[in-house]
């Protein structure tokens, strides 16, 4: 390969994984916006289970919010929810869940802040709930979101203490309903219906999650899924369930109902971090939908599913249990329902991205590394350490090719000096020298590219699971989830004011320009590694290579605090792994030359 080729192949890969920074940090994750579009497209072909423009099987309509979150509560009469991770209430006005907390989540990194609300009440602003019931064509008196249900049993539902409702329609129906809840997020919602009029009935069960109006907090940087989310099919086997997302945005601009016939699956609406979903009883065939409706000037998300109709002849009754998952999306927890009740791909509720394959194992090892040591900064140095120990052979043969190159950088630029008029001969005996020395200039960019796929995988977890939020490491980071809080305009808060306070400036002080401790440790890193890399040739291309470090500590200061851990650490290992090849070899390094700079000698030539 000739030498204008290497330094184009460096100038490309450098471009590159620019590229790849800006349209992740700037324009989202085109791979997410196809994967939209392809979910779309398998929505076009499916059928629309309901025509109704109420939302709901049994006439579920919104009411405009006029009311405060307290007001919207004691509109009803109720049932306390108390476990170790969830307090709220039942509404005893269509048996709705609509009022829940999540304990052991705040919404700041402070401790005494308020816990994070899941479920809010309708008539509230932003109302989240969920419905259950039954639904039939010309059955009169079924209960509805007005229907005031009584307390047969149980005066709090917490883990072992169900919750029994029941409603007598006057007219030969009566139901009932038990409700459960385990020591986490999980609820077990169990319905019946006694028939004792005098003539059939035909009935079918439905549930349904409603949220009105966007989160107060949607990610705005379009790499995070949020909105509807599912996984439907027909098959046994969870690869056959197909997973079903639309991002709020797209969910409303489609307008229409989308349903899906499957075997059992799950449906539900998520944010980044929590989630609600339904999950139908075993393998029982059902309609499941999304949909967007406006009514009274609010747009009502409603993910719902619909079982099989079922008819009550006199004197029997119907059964039909629902599970509502209301909670974090914690990682460990959905696995475990998934395998406890045989939920497909419920660890997909986590937005893994389209490269799932690769970002999954990822944060199985860094909670493997978790598990072991207590803190997910210290796990994500382990992971650091086994990446580069995995691809160890391979970034070891890459800095010793580009070590030689280093120590043969004299031979090279004698050789352009003397064929410089010709440049077939001195491409010709710059191949020559690259043979003789054993040289590819290829496996030079090697540790750049093996380094992409961990570092998107990895960017990724930080960003949509729940284990790293207000996860602290060290003394200063309490959230490796959020990009650094230090900021060298107040001298890492040595200087008591906030930068971003200041008139005028404030905003790109805070915004663009923030820089922290670790983004100037990640800068320093980057630009060793690159002065240990052999010089490009080209002026043009090593005034790229002098300024890639500190557009790159601008750029990364910006995103999680974690990901800014894992390339610094990285970029270290990287420096201790070429300089010991670099002093095995004999060539001169630029720790060598500081070091000698720093004692007051004179830097010994390593290389002749």
């Known amino acids: 390969m000739s ?13 590159a994984v620019i590229l790849i920074v800006y ?30 423009t109420q939302l709901g099987p049994n006439g579920v309509s919104a009411v405009a919010p006029t009311l405060s979150r307290d007001q919207a509560k004691t509109a009803s009469p109720r049932v306390t929810i108390d476990t170790p991770a969830l307090a709220g209430s039942i509404s005893l006005r269509g048996a709705r869940i609509d009022d829940l907390f999540l304990k052991t989540y705040r919404v700041t990194v402070d401790a005494k802040s308020t816990p994070v609300e899941l479920l809010r009440p309708q008539g509230a602003s932003d109302a989240w709930f969920a419905d259950f019931g039954w639904t039939g064509s010309n059955v009169p008196g079924l209960p509805g979101p007005v229907t005031l249900w009584t307390v047969e049993s149980g005066s709090v539902l917490s883990p072992g ?57 949607i990610a705005r940087n379009g790499v995070v899924h949020e909105g509807a989310v599912g996984a439907l099919g027909d098959g046994k086997n969870p690869s056959q369930y197909q997973d079903r997302l639309w991002k709020y945005a797209k969910w409303k601009k489609d307008g229409i109902a989308k349903s899906y016939t499957s075997n059992g699956g799950w449906i539900g609406i998520t944010d980044k971090y929590w989630l609600s979903a339904l999950i139908p009883q075993g393998m029982a065939p059902i309609t499941g939908q999304y949909r967007v409706v406006s009514e009274s000037g609010v747009d009502i998300y409603d993910a719902n599913f619909v079982g099989a109709t079922k008819t009550v002849i006199p004197g029997q009754a119907l059964f039909q249990t629902t599970h509502l998952f209301a909670g974090a999306k914690s990682v460990p927890m ?11 791909r419920f660890d997909f509720a986590v937005d893994w991205g389209m490269f799932w394959f690769f970002t999954r194992p990822i944060f199985t090892l860094l909670d493997f590394f978790y598990t072991q040591v207590g803190n997910f900064g210290v796990a994500i140095l382990l992971l650091t350490v086994t990446v580069k120990l995995l691809f160890f052979p391979l970034a070891n043969k890459s800095y010793e090719s580009m070590t030689k190159m280093r120590k043969a950088q004299p031979q090279i630029e004698e050789v352009r000096a003397r064929y410089k008029d010709d440049p077939a001969k001195q491409q010709q005996e710059i191949m020559a020298l690259y043979k003789t020395e054993r040289i590819n ?134 420096i201790i792994q070429q300089y010991v ?28």
Request: hydrophobic share 45%; charged share 15%; with cysteine.
């Open 3 to 15: 030498e204008d080729n290497r330094n184009t192949i460096i100038f490309v890969v450098s471009a």
């Open 23 to 52: 349209q992740t940090f700037v324009l989202g994750p085109a791979s997410k916006k196809r994967e939209a579009e392809l979910a779309q497209e398998r929505a076009v072909a499916a059928q629309v289970a309901q025509t109704n």
């Open 161 to 217: 203490k169900p919750v029994t409702l029941t409603y007598d329609n006057g007219a030969g129906l009566k139901f009932a309903r038990v409700i459960s809840v385990d020591k986490s997020f999980m609820f077990s919602v169990a319905d019946s219906v006694s028939n004792q009029g005098g003539t059939p009935i035909a009935l079918a069960p439905y549930a349904s999650i409603q949220r009105q109006g966007l989160p107060q907090d």
């Open 334 to 344: 959905l696995r475990a329902y998934e395998k406890e009740l045989k939920i497909p």
């Open 441 to 574: 200039p290829m496996t030079g960019c090697l540790p750049m590219l093996i380094q992409i796929p961990v570092f998107y995988a990895l960017y990724k977890v930080l960003n949509v699971t729940i284990e790293m939020r207000h996860a602290p490491f060290a003394g200063w980071i309490n959230d490796l989830s959020a990009r650094d809080s230090t900021t060298i305009w107040n001298l890492f808060g040595l200087i008591p004011y906030d930068p971003s306070l200041l008139p005028l400036i404030g905003t790109f002080l805070n915004g663009p320009l923030h820089v922290g401790l670790l983004g100037i440790a990640y800068g320093v890193t980057m630009w060793l590694t690159t002065a240990m890399n052999p010089p490009a040739p080209d002026p043009m291309q090593q005034k790229i290579f002098q300024w890639m470090p500190v557009i790159f500590t601008f750029t990364l200061s910006q995103v999680a605090v974690g990901l800014m851990i894992y390339w610094a650490w990285n970029n270290v290992l990287s």
């Open 581 to 608: 090849i670099m002093r095995r070899f004999k060539v001169d390094n630029p720790i060598d030359s500081v070091l000698a700079h720093l004692s007051g000698k004179k830097p010994q030539k390593a290389s002749g």
